[in-house]
């Protein structure tokens, strides 16, 4: 072999390692990220526990579910609930509303904090955000007072969805993701609601109307 055909040799063989060395440096990055990425998907999905915890969401859930109102006034001067008891209902608003924004914005797997609350999110979904975010949102008043738990009535929303679907009865369907519902579902979703919402109300006219005759 020549030296031109060996130094050429060499420099092929050279230039391969060079790639070789700067891909596997990029995988070894790439899973480094992941490491970090899962890691403070872990601490995060720790403190969220923790902070479940010291609510406690499990008792105040069982409180919410139990509640009756239809009126935000009513539910303030209603003598039977103590102010702790308001003040840890604000505290399990506060907590989804929160996740919620963790899970939009992808500081947690959005998929997850569902499967894990859905129960709790549901009882939210039917008790919480009617009446209680309307009164919410009335007595904060403008700027803002409109907006306030936005973040909330949308992941009662999933809920509603997640539960639509089958999601969580394991319908064998796979479960989509709060940040895809938020892209590709929640308006349809919403359209839909609305519809049954009409149709129920027609269907019940009907009824009343037929009752009275």
């Known amino acids: 072999m020549s030296n031109d055909s060996f130094f050429a040799a060499l420099t092929a063989y050279g230039g391969l390692a060079a790639a070789l060395v700067a891909a596997l440096a990029l995988v070894f990055a790439y899973l480094q990220i992941r490491l970090v990425h899962r890691t403070l998907e872990a601490d995060t999905f720790t403190k969220i526990q923790e902070r479940a915890s010291e609510i406690p969401l499990s008792e105040t859930i069982d409180f919410i579910n139990g509640l009756s109102f239809s009126d935000y006034d009513a539910y303030l001067k209603d003598k039977g609930i103590s102010d702790r008891q308001r003040e840890r209902v604000r505290a399990v608003a506060d907590f989804f509303n929160d996740i919620a924004h963790l899970a939009r914005d992808g500081y947690v797997n959005d998929l997850y904090p569902m499967q894990l609350y859905y129960p709790s999110v549901a ?47 394991g319908s064998g369907s796979r479960p989509v993701g709060y940040r895809s519902f938020l892209a590709d579902h929640y308006d349809s979703f919403l359209a839909e609601i609305r519809q049954a919402d009409m149709r129920d109300r027609s269907t019940a006219a009907v009824a009343n109307s037929s009752f009275r005759k």
């Open 123 to 169: 009882v939210c979904q039917r008790k919480l955000s009617t009446w209680w975010l309307d009164g919410v949102r009335k007595h904060r008043g403008e700027p803002g007072g409109s907006h306030l738990y936005e973040n909330l009535k949308r992941f009662c929303y999933y809920a509603r969805f997640f539960e639509a679907r089958g999601f969580f009865r």
